[in-house]
Each structure stands twice: as C-alpha cells, then as structure tokens.
C-alpha cells in the first residue's frame, strides 16, 4: 500500500509523462494531498487501467489541497534536451500550486532544486507514495488528452492510441509520411537500419 511522505511536512508530490515519446509534450504534474488522504485504487499510472487512471484524475482534483499540470513542448525539448524539459515541466506544475510545499519529493533520480525547498529524489516513487502516484496520474491523463486532441490533425500516426511512444506502427508512419511540427527534431525518430528523406 502506498504511504503518505512525512506527515509533519506540507509535501508535494511531483512526476512527468512522455519522456520517451518521440511526439508530443513531456508533461508534469504536482499535487499536494491531505494528510489522511487515502485511495485504494492510486497506485503509479503505469499500473492503472484507463477507467481507474480517469476516475482517479477527478478524486485527485477534487480532493487535493492544490494541484498543478504543465506541458513543455517539443520545441523547448529540442533546444534544452529531454532531461532538462522533464524538470522544467516539473518546476513549471509546482509554480502552479496555490500555496508553497515544505517539501518536494520526485519521482526518479533527478531534479534541481526548486526555490531552495527540500527535495528527495525517489526511485520508482510513484509506486512508494501517495502524492508522486497522484502526480503520475495527473500528467499521464493530460498528456494523453492532448495527444488525443491531436491525433485529429495527423490520424496517419495513430496518437489516439501510441501517444506519441516509438512503437512500430508510429515509426512505420514516420518513414511513410516523414515527421510532423509535433514530432521531437532531436530524437532518434528512426532507427539507423531505416532512413527518412526530409
């Protein structure tokens, strides 16, 4: 069962989305719960189907002392690279909260410290606590919605489905119809053995 982070503390909670993707935002999330908040469905939004993941996204919204959800675009992950974006997305959807953490806890192993607040970096963590499952679940559900919405502009990609993910259907498309505006310029989009003429 997941726990809370240190009761004493007011924590927020931070994860992203879509840092593997090849289209698309990397997308975060913040949320600071309350103290006796508990959900037996919330777990990491990896392990939770679409019904849960969407029923859980309206509990959290609803039941959170505050919540924040940014998108950092492929243009900026472009420029900054992957890594730096996914914690700029992060900082980003912690700016949104309508009152300042104590302390910040992260899922993974990197992140820069954000106004000189307390962080704890925390492998697989939205897995281990509440506020980072509650943050996962928030940024995969916006993500995914935006890609969906997308999706209508280039259906040849399948982002309804892929999101965004270098699966062999999305890079198949890639090699047929080449790269689109929301596709990542500086990622791999296809695998050395296959060439695409821009």
């Known amino acids: 069962m997941l726990k809370t982070f240190n009761l004493s503390f007011q924590v927020a909670g931070t994860d992203e989305a879509g840092r593997g993707c090849l289209a698309g935002p990397v997308t975060a999330a913040a949320v600071i719960l309350p ?21 859980l996204k309206e509990i959290i919204k609803k039941e959170a002392v505050t919540y924040g959800i940014a998108h950092v ?27 300042t953490p104590e302390h910040i806890i992260v899922d993974g192993n990197r992140f820069k410290p954000y106004r000189n607040i ?59 119809y080449g790269s689109t505006p929301y596709h990542r310029k500086s990622f791999k989009l296809l695998p050395e053995q296959l060439k695409l003429v821009l």
């Open 118 to 176: 307390p962080h704890d970096c925390i492998i697989k963590g939205d897995g281990k606590f509440l506020s980072i499952a509650a943050a996962s679940i928030l940024a995969k559900t916006a993500r995914d919605e935006f890609m969906e919405k997308i999706h209508h502009e280039f259906p040849l990609y399948n982002w309804k489905q892929n999101k965004g993910y270098p699966t062999k259907e999305h890079r198949g498309a890639i090699l047929e």
């Open 73 to 99: 675009f492929m243009e900026e992950i472009d420029e900054i690279n992957i890594l730096n974006a996914s914690i700029l997305a992060m900082h980003r959807a912690i700016e949104q909260l309508n009152c």
């Open 35 to 55: 103290k006796k908040f508990q959900n037996k469905l919330l777990n990491d939004s990896k392990q939770t189907n679409l019904k849960n993941r969407n029923s």
